[in-house]
């Protein structure tokens, strides 16, 4: 794992390859069997890497290092970086990192920012369609604060999704996880309602746009709380 912020973490897919090199030995050698003698830093960050404090403490620390190293001084190439992070590398690094993290905490705020933007690169033309819907069915401000235009095509959607993610690292960070949180209840509504439309003729993919509305539900209320939170400085 090699993360734009990370020069002076000590990442477990690292230490288990160094672990792996250390017990490497032959065939032949294995029939005079003598204990490998590891490291003791390897050994107990190699344990320590599955302990559930040890996971949330690197998370916790990795996530409020990444915001106080970039929001002192964004430098725009490392912004960028952070913004295309998942374009260039995939979500499994920082899958690694947080993804296990209590939903109403920094570490979690920031997992679900990066799956929500990965979903939307992924498959804009669907992300588009569901916002539309929503949109329109969605009687409240959410479409407002969440800030696409009107209509909001695919482009438009992988735009407006980096943008929140920018006002993460250089903006107001209550105001972009609102946006996020907006985002995501439009969203939630059109996947429901595309859902219904589906209901009676092809009820299995009625009931992948039923969970991908409940998830986006989810999200958004996990999002606002955050927002919250940081406003109230409690965001840990």
């Known amino acids: 794992m090699c993360l734009p912020w990370m020069s002076a973490a000590a990442p477990r897919a690292r230490v288990l390859a160094a672990a792996g090199s250390v017990e490497r030995v032959s065939e032949e050698s294995r029939e005079f069997h003598k204990p490998v003698r590891r490291p003791a830093e390897l050994f107990d960050r190699l344990f320590a890497a599955e ?7 690197i998370a916790h620390s990795t996530a409020h290092a990444l915001l106080s190293r970039v929001r002192s001084d964004p430098d725009g190439a490392i912004v960028d970086r952070l913004v295309t992070f998942t374009d260039e590398h995939g979500i499994d690094d920082i899958a690694e990192l947080w993804s296990r993290s209590p939903a109403k905490s920094l570490p979690g705020a920031l997992w679900r920012l990066y799956l929500l933007q990965l979903m939307i ?22 479409e407002v604060v969440a800030g696409a235009p009107s209509p909001a095509g695919p482009d438009e959607l992988v735009a407006l999704i980096d943008m929140i993610m920018r006002g993460l690292f250089e903006g107001d960070f209550a105001v972009a996880l609102d946006r996020a949180s907006a985002f995501c209840r439009v ?8 859902a219904d439309d589906y209901e009676a003729t092809e009820p ?7 969970t991908r509305a409940l998830r986006l539900s989810d999200y958004a209320a996990d999002l606002a709380a955050c927002a919250a939170l940081w406003r109230r400085d409690a965001l840990s």
Do not use: I, K, N, W
Request: hydrophobic share 30%; charged share 30%.
């Open 51 to 57: 302990d559930p404090a040890e996971v949330s403490r």
């Open 121 to 142: 690169h992924d498959d804009p033309r669907t992300a588009a369609l569901l916002y539309e819907r929503g949109r329109t069915e969605l009687r409240s401000v959410d």
């Open 187 to 194: 969203q939630a509504s059109g996947a429901t309602h595309v």
């Open 204 to 210: 299995e993919r009625a009931s992948a746009f039923t």
